[in-house]
């Protein structure tokens, strides 16, 4: 199968040139980044919905009985509780979801291409979407959203690329643009899909959720002649890829290393679409105006302040590069991983400071939000900018591969770590997270230390 990263021929290449009729962009920008809205849409409203769907319906008498397979699947958690079970199930759908894209993009590049993989992994996060609406089809919605992420994800970002020539400079403004796009998906999704969950039941938010996919799929296949034909990229003759050496050895394996440290980092933020829900909707004062607001509506706040965050973080260090020099990737997630514990104590706040009724008001929980936010700003994308720069040329894409494992890790940390939520004293798990945090900070303060030369060989 021809790759779509293929070099375009110049008369496709000219014609792209040309094509500014979406924001000055392709065309086809605007379709691929409105494709990717709807299925944030829908991904991140089923997501806001699971653990408490899981936690209060599904997983209590009445209902667990009904699941096809429940009883092998879940015999080796060893966990009846269902906040704790949920919490579990939780955990490991949201670590394969970032595992399957490795698969799908070897898939795509190999066999089927990567337009053909978009759509066949659209069709099958649509029907994972309307399945969770059956209580029997429950694992087999989570399978059908786990491939059908794997197929759809890292490829559609791909075809971004792909809409601009080797040498056309908009191309870095066109990710923006498209991850502008995805957080708007974001941020409206619970406000729909969480609040017809919440409110109307849960099979009318899973069914929106669906719906949204479906909008998706539309809207990409409306949008196919605008997207650059592949073409094949003749290797000239002789010409070899230059052999990776051991120092090129050495930085993945750099690489490797940081991957751990940095999932432990982003435990505070991945919590939040888990144990976080299940404590705001249990405790947090959301009555306004004698009606209880939906508890994911938290998930729009925290998209909103996030958005808002990880532009803020950029203007400023542009700002702050103009005056003094600009601190490079590792301090500046140092900084972010202690933000990140900071945010933690917020909670810890929230706590103690539970009034006589037991409830939390909104105060400490927006500071977190806050706090949190500053601190994700600081080391996600920062990190991500970190590999890229430190990966040797020929090994991008497998870096980039090394860097998905990182959610892996850290969404399957917390569904274990969500799991110990109603086992211990609250305030001793939000401290178990800022102790995660802090931990990370330290040994990025190690790393930074200790590979100092190293990252210096590579910047010089």
């Known amino acids: 199968m021809i790759s779509e990263d293929s070099n375009l021929d110049i008369e496709s290449t000219q014609k792209l040139k040309d094509d500014k009729a979406f924001l000055g962009h392709p065309k086809g920008l605007g379709f691929i980044a409105f494709t990717e809205a709807w299925e944030r849409f829908s991904y991140y409203g089923m997501q806001s919905l699971l653990v408490l769907y899981m936690s209060k319906f599904l997983l209590h008498p009445g209902h667990i009985e009904n699941i096809w397979f429940f009883d092998w699947f879940s015999a080796h958690y060893n966990e009846t509780d269902p906040k704790a079970l949920a919490s579990n199930i939780f955990g490991d759908y949201a670590a394969w979801v970032y595992m399957t894209p490795l698969l799908g993009g070897l898939i795509a590049d190999r066999f089927m291409g990567r337009t053909p993989a978009i759509i066949t992994g659209a069709v099958l996060m649509a029907l994972g979407h309307f399945l969770m609406a059956f209580d029997p089809t429950f694992l087999v919605a989570l399978l059908c959203l786990i491939l059908g992420s794997g197929f759809f994800k890292g490829n559609l970002q791909g075809q971004v690329g792909s809409l601009y020539a080797q040498e056309d400079n908009r191309r870095a403004d066109a990710f923006q643009i498209y991850y502008l796009a995805i957080n708007a998906g974001v941020i409206i999704s619970p406000l729909i899909v969480g609040t017809l969950g919440e409110t109307k039941g849960w099979h009318w938010g899973f069914g929106a959720a669906g719906v949204g996919m479906l909008v998706s799929i539309v809207i990409y296949l409306s949008g196919l002649k605008h997207y650059p034909k592949s073409v094949i990229e003749k290797k000239k003759e002789g010409e070899k890829k230059p052999p990776l050496t051991a120092e090129d050895w050495k930085m993945v394996g750099i690489l490797v290393l940081i991957v751990p440290v940095l999932a432990i980092g982003l435990l505070p933020n991945q919590e939040i679409f888990n144990a976080y829900l299940v404590w705001g909707d249990r405790d947090f004062n959301l009555v306004w105006n004698g009606n209880k607001l939906p508890t994911t509506w938290l998930v729009t706040l925290d998209s909103i302040v996030s958005v808002s965050f990880l532009a803020i973080v950029a203007i400023f260090f542009r700002w702050y590069g103009t005056k003094w020099k600009e601190p490079d ?132």
Do not use: Y
């Open 329 to 460: 990737e590792i301090t500046k997630i140092i900084i972010g991983t202690f933000i990140a514990m900071l945010g933690m104590l917020c909670l810890v706040m929230a706590e103690v400071t539970k009034g006589a009724d037991g409830k939390i008001g909104l105060f400490w929980p927006v500071m977190f939000h806050f706090v949190n936010s500053i601190g994700f700003a600081m080391v996600l994308p920062i990190a991500l900018a970190l590999f890229m720069r430190l990966a040797p040329v020929q090994l991008i894409g497998l870096v980039t591969g090394i860097f998905n494992i990182t959610f892996f890790i850290a969404n399957k940390t917390v569904g274990k770590i969500g799991a110990l939520f109603e086992k211990i004293p609250t305030v001793q798990f939000w401290l178990l997270h800022a102790a995660a945090a802090g931990f990370a900070c330290l040994v990025f303060i190690g790393l930074k230390f200790a590979l100092r030369k190293k990252f210096a060989t590579v910047e010089g």
